[in-house]
């Protein structure tokens, strides 16, 4: 039995459509599946219960699918009868698809809306062909517009097409191959060549759901054609993720029903590089530091390790946090190049088989050769999170000993400091002193910040006993500031750290985890330099997932928070209110083009009316002369 998407949704389904009586018919879980057996478990046996995904083993399939002979049937898998299912000028346009620059219609806006108002009585079937697979899906509708292209992945041509119905346009037909070719490249890129032969993305009833060469996908537009920004990054965004989960669990095999982790956060990783590359300021939900970190110091957190069933806040768990981790690695820890160097290799040992975590950890660490087990353990093991802070800024300067230097310094200090509350209001006061001057002596004139001669003799003699470096080291201006961070949030991370100075330069701090070996609460660093030091801020390009920025400054600085004293309201659709703009604009400018036809009639018709008076004046003299 198929499920309707409308009452239960699941990774399968169907959607009706009561304007035309048709449906779409997405079909997932639809045989009896092999139990996969591993190494590191033996059978899995778990029962599925909707989170976790099934993990399976890689085989071959042949699967012949008998539908109504007006439905366009999709597929994991090769197309075996093109010649017995397809009509001549399909099979032309899908070889003209396979060089085209841009996405073929295989089947056209107008041809699916002919199709779905047919009903045959007659049947055909479609035979596929898949290899070294790990599971079958497939979808038919007589809705289904077709469109393809060809793609060379490194002299390994593939087939990027997509379903969908007349409800899907404009949107799909722009954005939806596009955007599968777009991910094999990318995910190509940094992983391994993409094997297979086919590259498939439906619109149906389900809104994001991926197998072996074809995936679900589910935005569409409005049902004037319009559609939000949201609507149009979430479609590029699910095709990337769905199409992306070829490569992650399809092929490098992990098994989501222990470490869901393995494949979603993996892909949503890619998924964040392959967007930044689609254009300037890609609205990406996930992957930044930044975007985690409420999740990361909220309450109900499990470690990402946590068994797919037992995970609370699965998007944030599963999704965001290790996509944001692996970002951090890969710009802050790591570096790009050497990150990129050890995933790739991650990738190409795994495709095909079946890893565990520590699968993974160890091969970032042999191909990298860094030890990052800090990093793991405080990552995926634990609900700690980042936050840094400046405890405390020490300055420390050479003291040169020499006594004039040493009085100034201490005169200036006291000049600086400002009376006390009582010194201010006591000023005033009329002093006994002053009544009687001969109470004063010698300490009343006496300025103990006076240099005697004796203390410069004594200062000369010490300079004439030192060599010439010694010299030069005790009149040096530098500064020695000690930084003490404190780590609030009980996640190590290296600290990233900007100091601006009192002449307008800066200097960037990069110092690596491992300065919090011996003590993971409470560091301290030296910073010397002969200038004069202005501010200090922690993680200024938001790379760390830091918290609470309110406690990143030295001077502290007041971060401020923002609240609304009004319901918020639905977001507009922009593109609707561009449409109606336009519309409206062109009924005024219609408006003032008839009355303008209006008044450039007026003076002709007067001439028309007065010509049968005219006429009755100067009647012709025949019926010839009148005709």
Not at 269 to 295: C, H, M, N, V
Request: glycine content about 4%; proline content about 5%.
């Amino acid at each position: 039995m198929i499920n309707d998407s409308k009452l239960i949704h699941a990774r399968t389904g169907y959607e009706f459509f009561e304007k035309d009586g048709n449906y779409i018919y997405e079909i997932a879980h639809w045989y009896p599946r092999v139990a996969a057996f591993t190494d590191y478990e033996g059978w899995q046996n778990k029962q599925f219960l909707g989170r976790g995904e099934f993990t399976l083993e890689l085989g071959d399939f042949e699967v012949r699918i008998t539908a109504p002979e007006d439905h366009i049937v999709a597929a994991t898998g090769v197309l075996q009868n093109g010649e017995e299912v397809l009509t001549e000028t399909q099979r032309q346009r899908l070889e003209k698809a396979k060089t085209a620059k841009e996405p073929v219609f295989v089947v056209t806006p107008e041809e699916a809306l002919k199709n779905q108002k047919d009903r045959s009585k007659q049947d055909k079937t479609w035979v596929y062909h898949a290899e070294n697979v790990r599971d079958f899906a497939w979808a038919s509708s007589r809705k289904f517009i077709w469109d393809a292209q060809g793609h060379d992945q490194n002299e390994n041509p593939v087939m990027a097409m997509s379903y969908y119905p007349n409800e899907a346009e404009p949107l799909w037909s722009k954005y939806s191959t596009h955007a599968i070719i777009h991910t094999l490249d990318v995910y190509s890129r940094y992983t391994f060549d993409y094997p297979y032969p086919i590259a498939i993305s439906v619109n149906g009833p389900v809104y994001g759901m991926e197998y072996p060469m074809i995936c679900f996908n589910g935005p569409r537009p409005e049902e004037d054609k319009t559609y939000t920004a949201r609507t149009k990054y979430g479609l590029i965004s699910v095709i990337i993720h769905e199409v992306g989960h070829n490569y992650f669990p399809m092929i490098v095999n992990s098994d989501e029903r222990q470490w869901t982790w393995m494949d979603e956060g993996l892909n949503t990783f890619l998924q964040y590089l392959a967007e930044q590359e689609w254009e300037d300021d890609y609205p990406s939900k996930r992957g930044e530091p930044a975007d985690i970190t409420g999740y990361m110091r909220s309450s109900g957190q499990v470690p990402i390790m946590t068994n797919s069933e037992s995970i609370l806040q699965f998007g944030s768990n599963a999704y965001g946090k290790p996509a944001t981790a692996l970002n951090i690695l890969r710009e802050t820890i790591l570096g790009r190049e050497l990150f990129d160097f050890a995933f790739r290799e991650y990738a190409r040992r795994w495709k095909f088989k079946r890893p565990t975590p520590a699968d993974f950890f160890r091969t970032m660490e042999d191909a990298s050769g860094v030890d990052l087990d800090w990093f793991w353990n405080g990552w995926f093991y634990s609900t700690d999170h980042v936050d840094l802070a400046i405890r405390d800024v020490k300055l420390y300067q050479i003291d040169s000993s020499d006594p004039d230097e040493e009085a100034e310094r201490k005169r200036q200090e006291k000049d600086k400091r400002r009376p006390s509350l009582s010194a201010e209001r006591n000023e005033p006061l009329q002093k006994r002193i002053d009544l009687f001057p001969g109470l004063k002596d010698f300490y009343n004139d006496f300025d103990e910040l006076e240099v005697t001669e004796d203390s410069r003799k004594a200062f000369q003699k010490f300079v004439e006993s030192l060599n010439a470096e010694e010299k030069q080291l005790i009149r040096r201006k530098t500064n020695f500031y000690v930084l003490t961070f404190e780590n609030v949030g009980g996640l190590v991370m290296p600290i990233i750290a900007e100091i601006r100075y009192t002449d307008g330069s800066k200097q960037m701090l990069e110092i690596p985890a491992e300065i919090w070996r011996t003590n993971n609460k409470t560091v301290s660093k030296l910073v010397i330099t002969d200038k004069e030091l202005d501010r200090i801020e922690i993680d200024p390009r938001r790379q760390l997932a830091d918290t609470d920025a309110s406690n990143n400054f030295y001077p502290p600085r007041i971060v401020p928070s923002r609240f609304k004293l009004y319901k918020s309201k639905k977001s507009s659709n922009p593109m609707r209110k561009a449409n109606e703009a336009n519309k409206k604009s062109d009924a005024e400018k219609g408006k003032e083009s008839s009355k303008e036809e209006a008044a450039e009639k007026k003076p002709a018709a007067k001439a028309e009316a007065a010509k049968p008076a005219a006429a009755a004046v100067a009647k012709p003299a025949t019926a010839e002369a009148a005709e």
